[in-house]
């Protein structure tokens, strides 16, 4: 530093901290004996960070194995100790039992643990979500079978199995789905016992590993199925990796008014007996709506569905419980309160975080028993709680439009999403083959809604469609989806069932470079220059070496090739069709479409013929806020033309 010339200003820093630090310790010699070391500073940002709950984490792990001695026989990664870290409303079945053993047939000495993306389908009507929920009985996910499967075929130790939240593992999944909601590309990424040679192609091998995944696949049942393994860099992490989804969604033509010639109806539909335009079944919609034709209400579902694409706030279309604050908040609590930023407790109840990527669509629970109208309670009570902010409108309906700005109902960056493209087919019907295949049958006739975005929150997707719906019976008028978009828009929205909810594409970003391509690729530098040179010497790290061999068959991204694509369909049409055909002609819909005469854009007589006048109160106030919001964005957008025009015009100077 004094050959640089910057003697003085590191003399005198040096000196400012020697000074700083006597003075610390002259302080803490003064301090009584009794007085805890941590005493004269106890908001460091330090001491923040240690008060920290350190459970589950690499060091808790390394204090429960300590002292831990294996019995004679026994390798110690052999012995049961993830298990026991569980929380205490564990449900029996996940405890490991003593006599449990990794089978010896189902590893070798070349097995190692790499960072693995398992591409993931399954049919889920008879598991209630995929995530790991250790209250329920052992088997009830997705997540359950598939980490019993991947033991079994020697994937996971058994010092590994079972373990918290499956952190051990580094458990990451691309997207959570509810109880009842299916998937076929759904990617788990986790840290995976096995042979990197089923990726090397001259042993055999190729960049998904399918021997791997029929090996993985005979411990499975016949509704969950793994398509590809793929080799990852240490850094991926499905959740945060999932750039985009696309869900499809089956909704039975008839809740639409709509029965194709030669069909009928499941059961009678509540509503009225008012007849559709072309048949002479009966009408599910509003009365004054009864006279359109079916092409028209295909054309109402379809501008309500467009309404939704673009960036907007959606917190009228998820649970306000988890979004918002309550009458027992605490700010002692948490800088965001219990049920903001943070996914605290209320009332000592399990909260979703909204901010957590895992809960993009919609989160796993043991009981979803008339979902729509507890979320309706939720709002109501929330918003009569509230801290009495003015409003147009009617808080007790639970449709209104604040004036002001209300503190314990903020809507923010949380609450918006972007909906890239929503859409709805033609009215088309599925082919139910058995698994023999000699004989089939036609399901219900459905209409096909497909949904792509970046992510989702909790029950975004079924409630965009079950207000699509209410716009094409004459439930809501379609002027009232972009004013429940605005932030000061407050609207209780209905809810669609979940069983023909499915994840159907996810896509990725390009792997990041590890270190081992970054020193492949400076060796290949130094190859060069050698060869220049006349020498020929390289010099190669042993593990980096190893590294390279795997990262030499990694493709760029995550990508599946037509082959498992071809195994994606061939799942689809065996297995998650006829499982989806029986939930089309469930009475759910009926329930579901019977229900949209009891939404509060209504009055309380049931008979959907005459409107509560704050729909008409919310409208009005929307309309000088939209215009006031395109005038501003008219203006951005001018004054970026003019700073384009600038700096072009510098440019060329």
Known sequence: VARQGGCRPFTAAFVTHRRRIS???????????????????????????????????????????????????????????????????????????????????????????KPTALLVGYAGGNYKGNTVNHELPRGSTVDDVLEDALFKSGGVKLSNYRSRALGRLKWSRSSRTDKGVSSLATVVSLRLELDPSVWDPTKGGDYEAKALCEKI?????????????????????????????????LLPARCL?????????????????????????????????????PARTMSLFREALT????????????????????????????????????????????????????????????E???????????????????????????????????????????????????????VASDVQTLRLKTKDEDESHMSEPFVRVTVRGDSFMLYQIRKMIATAVAVALGHYPLELIP?????????????????????????????????????KASDDDDDDDDARSGTGATFHNTRDSVELETVTHRPDRLVPSSATRFAIERFREQTLDPALGPALASDEWDVFVSNLFRSRVWTKDGKGEKQ?????????????????????????REMDAVLEAKAAKGSET
């Open 483 to 519: 004013a429940s978009l605005a932030r000061p828009a407050r609207v209780v929205t209905p809810i669609a069932p979940p069983t023909t909810l499915y994840l159907h594409e996810a896509e990725f970003v390009p792997f990041a470079k590890n270190k081992s391509q970054k020193s």
């Open 368 to 422: 979803e028993q008339d979902a729509s109208a507890e979320d309706s309670d939720d709002a109501s009570s929330s918003a009569e709680e509230s801290s009495g902010a003015r409003f147009v409108g009617s808080r007790r309906d639970g449709v209104y439009w604040l004036l002001e700005r209300d503190d314990d109902d903020l809507v923010g960056i949380k609450h918006n999403r972007r909906v890239e493209s929503f």
């Open 217 to 249: 696949n005979s411990f499975l049942p016949e509704d969950v199925k793994v398509f590809g393994a793929y080799s990852t860099p240490k850094s991926f992490q499905a959740r945060r990796a999932c750039v985009k989804r696309t869900y499809d969604y």
């Open 23 to 113: 003075s610390r310790a002259s302080a803490a010699d003064e301090a009584p004996a009794s007085a805890p070391a941590s005493a004269p500073f106890p908001d460091a940002p330090h001491a923040r960070k240690h008060r920290k709950d350190t459970e589950g984490t690499r060091g808790d792990r390394r204090r429960e194995t300590r002292d831990l001695r294996a019995p004679a026989g026994v390798r110690l990664e052999d012995v049961p100790v993830a298990s026991d870290a569980l929380p205490e409303r564990t449900h029996p079945s996940h405890r490991v039992a003593p006599d449990v053993r990794r089978d010896p047939n189902s590893f070798t000495e070349h097995f190692r643990k």
């Open 612 to 636: 509560s006048p704050a729909v008409a109160e919310v409208l009005a106030a929307f309309g000088p806020y939209a215009a006031e919001r395109s005038a501003r964005k008219r203006e951005l």
């Open 307 to 366: 309404a939704f694409e673009g960036s907007h706030y959606f917190h009228n279309y998820t649970r306000r419980a988890a979004y918002a604050r309550s009458k027992d908040w605490d700010a002692s609590l948490s800088v965001g309160g219990p049920n903001s930023n943070g996914g605290r407790r209320r009332c000592g109840s399990r909260v979703s975080d909204p901010m957590d990527a895992d809960a993009d669509v919609l989160e796993s629970e043991a």
């Open 257 to 293: 008014g709509i029965f194709p010639a030669g069909t009928s109806p499941s059961g009678d539909i509540p509503g009225g007996d008012i007849p559709s335009g072309d048949t002479n079944q009966p009408w599910p919609g509003a009365p004054r709506a009864a006279g359109q034709s």
